[in-house]
């Protein structure tokens, strides 16, 4: 699986867009043209050139070919990448960003927030199949190095599992669409370190 680690600031704003995010998705896979993902999506394609435009200028999207069709062209289209991951980096008080970086940190929080609303707000929820509820935990834990070590080796498996099961379809609709958010981080005390 190749996996871009996103080291600039303007890229992992425009991964805390969830339309964005939604046309990444879409452009993940094969090639495809704007037409193509706005026609996926039910939306107009000039809704979506700006937002095109915007993850290609950023090089998060990378032009595969241009194809002249009936007097225009036609530009497809793919992710740089099958997974992005921003560095942690851009967060930390020595970056410069600290600021911008925390209000990133909180549009990501916030968008999984509305998210998870919408879920739970469903009146049909409730009569879903309990394979298909959502999962929401918050977790504390203890462990050696190398326990915590084991335990995010099994994240990474599970993010690259996910990551397979993202590519394997094709961009149709009929597909049921999952989202989530992880984080996994050494737990603050309340002095502002780390327990030990």
């Not at 225009?72 to 921003?86: G, L």
């Not at 930390?92 to 960003?97: G, Q, T």
């Not at 009929?174 to 984080?183: E, N």
């Amino acid at each position: 699986m190749d996996t871009y680690v996103v080291k600039r600031l303007d890229q992992a704003k425009l991964l805390t867009d969830p339309f964005k995010l939604k046309l990444l998705e879409r452009f993940g896979g094969d090639p495809v043209t704007t037409k193509q993902v706005a026609d996926l999506m039910g939306e107009k394609a000039p809704r979506l050139y700006r937002h095109v435009d915007a993850l290609f200028d950023a090089g998060l999207l990378k032009l595969v070919e241009e194809k002249p069709k009936r007097g225009t062209v036609e530009r497809y289209y793919t992710t740089i990448a099958n997974r992005f991951e921003v560095d942690p980096e851009i967060f930390s008080p020595a970056a410069d960003l600290e600021d911008e970086g925390l209000e990133m940190m909180r549009a990501l929080i916030r968008e999984t927030e509305s998210d998870l609303v919408r879920v739970f707000a469903n009146p049909d929820m409730s009569d879903s199949d309990p394979k298909t509820l959502p999962i929401l935990m918050r977790f504390a834990i203890r462990g050696t190095d190398d326990e915590i070590q084991r335990l995010r080796d099994k994240l990474e498996e599970w993010l690259e599992d996910s990551q397979r099961l993202a590519e394997s379809g094709d961009n149709t609709n009929d597909r049921s669409a999952y989202a989530g958010l992880l984080a996994f981080y050494p737990r603050p005390d309340e002095s502002g370190g780390t327990e030990e």
